[in-house]
């Protein structure tokens, strides 16, 4: 998998459109209304039944500020007691699911994300990660991934000590961009010392895995400013860094209406950007694992793709088998068995329902034998750039030539670009393709655009 990956503006000019972004499939955009707890219920008891590995997910609202670029769940607010009703309300969930499930279930992936995770008190931190063991099986070494957000304006050493004294032994730092006048546009001012500081921190304290988060396409940023931010993360060396475009949905996202249209790079220097970010990690010795993600070589993700034992999750590039996903806290998702679904995104109504014993599901979907057979395909792709069409066939008892009939113009046209090498064996992602991973994917996405879907075939 240290194939060479070639940025092609050419390329992805034509063929890198909005659209998903492939940490689950379905996407959370088709859940539906109309499911309810025992849903959820029948699902976990049949993932109890099975045996199957758990991740969790535990996500914590709140921040102190708000980030005007930010599209995530978030409670914006300066009163730290908030956080008590909340957590009182995510034990009653953690209760809730946790009877439903197995003592011999082990938790290889935990994953506390926000908002703000370290909006809460060292107190709070310890009672959260109290409940959790007291109610799930995390493993008590270090082998397993327990990963948590960091915002380096409200963590320090002690902090990160703590987190450390808890089992958690990956941290991923929030960044976006060191340029003061981009900090301003997007009202999140953090010193390039509040962030070195955590960073220290990380590397004293043994934590396995460092990310750092940045985001390119924000307004007021040029190449020449977002270089400098590069150069800055290259010097500290984190483990992993993360790319993520910015997507201006004022509509869905109501704190970015705050910034102006007029100061968003335009689509070429947005480009531009882009590749010169890509190819400053490539230079410095990071490898692309794909969407933006870059990891060193010596990193679990590196190895993880190595060996073709790479997974893909809500919570981006993950290592280890497949897990069944158990999303705790307001809008949290779960991925249990063939249902998947998602807790209420209002706060009150996610404690009213919990103060009641219930749980606050409020979109879902049950996913059908065609849906298993694209999410496979899709994660084929987007982990290990190639589709064996034999393995396929033999898994799902079809004739992928047929069911995907619709497909074979687009793949041949991918094939004819140089983005994919298609032939009767399978598909392969070429390094130019590479950057387009997700296009590629969507040609399989049935709730996008295929024309003339193949429903009718049943599958084994």
Known sequence: MSDPVIWDAGLIRRYDKAGSRYTAYPSPNQYAEGVCATDLVSALQGSRTAGRPLALYVHIPFCANVCYCCACTKVITKDRSRAQAYLRALEREIQLVSQQLGPTQRVERLHIGGGTPTFLGHDDLRRLMTRLRESFQLQLDDSAAHMIEVDPREADWPTLGLLRELGFNQVSIGVQDFDPEVQRAINRLQSLDQTQTVMDAARTLAFRSVNIDLIHGLPRQTQASFARTLDSVITMHPDRVTLYPY?????????????????????????????????????????????????????DLSNAQEIGQLGRSLQGYVTGADSDLIGLGVAAISQVGDFHCRNTGDLQLYQDSLEQHRLPLRRGIRCTADDRLRRVIINNLMCHYRLRFAEIEQRFGIDLGIYFADCLAMLRQLHRDGVIHLDATGIEILPAGRPLVASVCAVFDAYQHVPGRVGAVQLN
């Not at 004022?250 to 335009?266: G, K, M, N, T, V």
């Open 247 to 299: 997507v201006h949905l004022p509509d869905l996202f109501l704190p970015q209406r705050r910034i102006s249209l007029a100061e968003l790079p335009d689509p070429d220097t947005a480009l531009e950007i882009r590749l010169d970010s890509y190819d400053r990690l490539l230079r410095a010795g990071y490898r692309h694992i794909g969407m933006g993600q870059f990891a060193l070589p010596d990193d």
